[in-house]
Protein backbone atom coordinates (compact mmCIF):
# COMPACT_ATOMS: atom_id res chain seq x y z
CA UNK A 1 0.00 0.00 0.00
CA UNK A 2 1.05 3.94 -0.23
CA UNK A 3 3.02 5.54 2.37
CA UNK A 4 2.32 8.93 2.91
CA UNK A 5 3.44 12.02 4.53
CA UNK A 6 0.53 14.28 6.15
CA UNK A 7 0.25 17.38 8.38
CA UNK A 8 -1.98 16.25 11.31
CA UNK A 9 -3.14 18.46 14.42
CA UNK A 10 -2.30 16.11 16.70
CA UNK A 11 -4.09 16.46 20.61
CA UNK A 12 -1.84 15.10 23.34
CA UNK A 13 -2.88 13.64 26.52
CA UNK A 14 -2.24 16.95 28.20
CA UNK A 15 -4.91 18.53 26.27
CA UNK A 16 -2.08 20.38 23.93
CA UNK A 17 -2.45 20.83 20.08
CA UNK A 18 0.20 20.42 18.23
CA UNK A 19 1.22 20.37 14.44
CA UNK A 20 3.11 17.40 12.92
CA UNK A 21 3.93 15.82 10.47
CA UNK A 22 3.34 11.99 10.11
CA UNK A 23 3.99 9.35 7.26
CA UNK A 24 1.01 7.10 7.11
CA UNK A 25 1.79 3.43 6.54
CA UNK A 26 -0.14 0.30 5.72
CA UNK A 27 2.05 -1.78 8.03
CA UNK A 28 4.68 -4.24 7.21
CA UNK A 29 6.01 -7.76 7.56
CA UNK A 30 9.06 -9.43 9.28
CA UNK A 31 9.64 -12.85 8.70
CA UNK A 32 12.67 -14.94 10.17
CA UNK A 33 12.99 -18.15 8.13
CA UNK A 34 14.09 -21.33 9.82
CA UNK A 35 16.11 -23.87 7.83
CA UNK A 36 16.28 -25.85 10.49
CA UNK A 37 17.75 -25.59 14.49
CA UNK A 38 19.88 -22.45 14.82
CA UNK A 39 20.06 -22.01 11.16
CA UNK A 40 17.81 -18.88 9.65
CA UNK A 41 18.23 -16.82 6.13
CA UNK A 42 19.12 -13.43 5.58
CA UNK A 43 19.28 -11.38 3.05
CA UNK A 44 21.84 -8.48 1.83
CA UNK A 45 20.27 -5.04 -0.16
CA UNK A 46 21.43 -2.15 -0.75
CA UNK A 47 19.12 0.13 0.81
CA UNK A 48 19.20 3.78 -0.52
CA UNK A 49 17.94 5.72 2.67
CA UNK A 50 20.92 3.96 4.20
CA UNK A 51 23.36 4.72 1.56
CA UNK A 52 24.72 0.80 2.38
CA UNK A 53 24.54 -2.70 1.48
CA UNK A 54 22.44 -4.26 5.06
CA UNK A 55 21.85 -7.93 6.20
CA UNK A 56 18.23 -8.20 7.50
CA UNK A 57 15.32 -10.42 7.89
CA UNK A 58 13.37 -10.86 4.79
CA UNK A 59 10.49 -7.91 4.70
CA UNK A 60 7.90 -5.84 2.94
CA UNK A 61 4.45 -4.15 2.94
CA UNK A 62 1.27 -5.51 3.28
CA UNK A 63 -0.59 -5.40 -0.07
CA UNK A 64 -4.41 -3.76 -0.41
CA UNK A 65 -6.40 -6.70 0.31
CA UNK A 66 -4.02 -9.24 1.69
CA UNK A 67 -3.56 -10.50 5.32
CA UNK A 68 -0.60 -10.28 7.25
CA UNK A 69 0.15 -14.08 7.20
CA UNK A 70 -0.33 -14.00 3.21
CA UNK A 71 2.02 -10.87 3.00
CA UNK A 72 4.39 -12.67 5.40
CA UNK A 73 4.57 -15.41 2.81
CA UNK A 74 4.60 -13.97 0.09
CA UNK A 75 7.81 -11.47 0.94
CA UNK A 76 9.28 -14.52 2.11
CA UNK A 77 8.36 -16.15 -2.07
CA UNK A 78 9.76 -13.23 -3.44
CA UNK A 79 13.14 -12.37 -1.94
CA UNK A 80 14.59 -16.08 -1.06
CA UNK A 81 12.32 -18.43 -3.38
CA UNK A 82 11.15 -20.32 -0.61
CA UNK A 83 7.30 -20.59 0.79
CA UNK A 84 6.92 -21.74 4.66
CA UNK A 85 4.50 -24.32 5.61
CA UNK A 86 4.65 -22.99 9.04
CA UNK A 87 4.25 -19.55 9.82
CA UNK A 88 3.82 -18.05 13.45
CA UNK A 89 3.76 -14.69 14.86
CA UNK A 90 5.95 -13.76 17.76
CA UNK A 91 5.12 -9.85 17.95
CA UNK A 92 4.10 -6.17 16.41
CA UNK A 93 6.01 -3.19 17.11
CA UNK A 94 6.59 0.41 15.96
CA UNK A 95 9.73 0.35 14.27
CA UNK A 96 9.92 4.24 14.05
CA UNK A 97 7.23 5.58 16.02
CA UNK A 98 8.88 9.29 16.58
CA UNK A 99 7.91 10.04 12.84
CA UNK A 100 5.30 7.30 11.93
CA UNK A 101 2.13 4.74 13.26
CA UNK A 102 3.75 2.31 11.03
CA UNK A 103 3.51 -1.46 12.58
CA UNK A 104 5.44 -3.94 11.66
CA UNK A 105 4.77 -7.83 12.60
CA UNK A 106 7.70 -10.27 13.26
CA UNK A 107 6.96 -13.87 11.62
CA UNK A 108 8.49 -17.25 12.43
CA UNK A 109 8.59 -19.26 9.14
CA UNK A 110 9.33 -22.62 9.41
CA UNK A 111 9.37 -25.71 7.22
CA UNK A 112 10.61 -24.63 4.12
CA UNK A 113 9.72 -25.50 0.45
CA UNK A 114 11.13 -24.08 -2.55
CA UNK A 115 8.17 -21.89 -3.86
CA UNK A 116 7.74 -20.36 -7.32
CA UNK A 117 7.66 -16.12 -7.44
CA UNK A 118 8.60 -13.55 -8.87
CA UNK A 119 11.49 -11.31 -7.63
CA UNK A 120 10.91 -7.24 -7.35
CA UNK A 121 12.54 -5.68 -10.83
CA UNK A 122 14.05 -3.08 -7.91
CA UNK A 123 15.88 -5.69 -6.01
CA UNK A 124 18.95 -6.82 -6.23
CA UNK A 125 19.61 -9.83 -3.23
CA UNK A 126 22.42 -11.91 -1.73
CA UNK A 127 20.75 -14.76 0.27
CA UNK A 128 22.58 -16.63 3.05
CA UNK A 129 22.46 -18.54 5.79
CA UNK A 130 23.43 -18.22 9.48
CA UNK A 131 23.68 -19.27 13.28
CA UNK A 132 22.65 -17.29 15.86
CA UNK A 133 26.04 -16.85 17.07
CA UNK A 134 26.68 -15.75 13.40
CA UNK A 135 24.36 -13.06 13.45
CA UNK A 136 25.23 -12.19 17.18
CA UNK A 137 28.65 -11.33 15.76
CA UNK A 138 27.36 -9.62 12.42
CA UNK A 139 25.57 -7.32 15.33
CA UNK A 140 28.39 -6.45 17.46
CA UNK A 141 30.95 -5.77 14.27
CA UNK A 142 28.23 -3.49 13.15
CA UNK A 143 27.47 -5.84 9.76
CA UNK A 144 23.78 -5.85 11.26
CA UNK A 145 22.24 -2.81 12.23
CA UNK A 146 18.66 -3.05 10.98
CA UNK A 147 16.63 -2.63 14.06
CA UNK A 148 13.65 -4.76 12.83
CA UNK A 149 16.70 -7.68 12.30
CA UNK A 150 18.42 -6.60 15.96
CA UNK A 151 14.80 -7.70 17.51
CA UNK A 152 14.26 -10.94 15.40
CA UNK A 153 17.81 -11.92 16.55
CA UNK A 154 16.56 -10.91 20.15
CA UNK A 155 13.35 -12.70 20.02
CA UNK A 156 14.70 -16.11 18.92
CA UNK A 157 17.45 -15.90 21.39
CA UNK A 158 15.72 -14.49 24.37
CA UNK A 159 11.73 -15.30 23.63
CA UNK A 160 11.88 -18.27 26.01
CA UNK A 161 11.74 -15.78 28.64
CA UNK A 162 8.93 -13.76 27.66
Not at 6 to 16: F, L, N, T, Y
Not at 45 to 52: D, L, M, V
Not at 123 to 150: C, H, N, P, Y
Request: aromatic content about 10%; proline content about 6%.
Amino acid sequence: GPIHLVDCDVQMPSGRTLSRQILEHPGAVVVIPKIRADRYILIRQFRFAAKNWLWEFPAGGIEKGESFKQAAARELAEETGLKPRKLKKLCQFFPTPGISGEIMYLYLAERLLPATASKDEDEELEVAQFSTAQIARMIKRGEIRDAKTILGYFYLKYSSRF
